[in-house]
């Protein structure tokens, strides 16, 4: 694969990988991530790149598709609506603090891949999103931790 992988987290009552495909030209704006190590993450991010979209704070949190990046790191435009919960009030509009990427739905799963099913896999061990105390909204995933992921979301039920 020579695009880099990276996992998002949504809540789904928020918005959900159902949602993303419904989305008009099945994409959105990725806006909202007011952390700084999850903006330089999507700052990374290069139109291709392929996307693990996870259910967070779900029953059971999980992995449920694949998206992809579609346009790079632009400035958020919540930060500067000041009605909105994503307000900035020292984030400048020239001198912009957040920003956004689009990604568009590729994939839901078969089967939703669990944070427990996850945590025993032995060779996901160093995962970030695995690592004690990690909640970053985005987070770069290995090419060995997607081709595993990817494998358990696409096996059939037994």
């Known amino acids: 694969m020579s695009h880099r992988c990276w996992l998002v987290k949504s809540e789904p009552e928020t918005f959900s990988i159902d949602d993303l495909a419904a989305s ?3 994409m959105t704006s990725w806006d909202g991530v007011r ?10 991010m290069a139109v291709g790149d392929r996307v693990f979209f996870y259910h967070s704070n779900a029953d059971p ?16 435009d919540t930060q500067f609506d000041k009605s909105g919960d994503h307000y900035d009030p020292d984030s400048l ?38 690592k004690k105390g990690s909640r970053l909204s985005v987070q770069p995933v290995t090419p060995s931790e997607w081709d595993i992921i990817v494998k358990l979301g ?4 037994r």
């Open 24 to 26: 008009p030209r099945r």
């Open 35 to 44: 952390n700084y190590q999850a903006r330089n993450f999507m700052r990374a």
């Open 61 to 76: 949190p999980a992995v449920v598709g694949i998206a992809e990046v579609s346009r790079t790191a632009y400035p958020d």
């Open 93 to 130: 509009p020239d001198a912009p603090r957040w920003d956004m990427v689009d990604i568009r739905f590729l994939e839901k799963f078969d089967q939703a891949v669990s944070l427990d099913r996850l945590r025993k896999e032995p060779r996901l061990k160093g995962m970030t999103l695995l």
């Open 154 to 157: 696409k096996a059939h039920k």
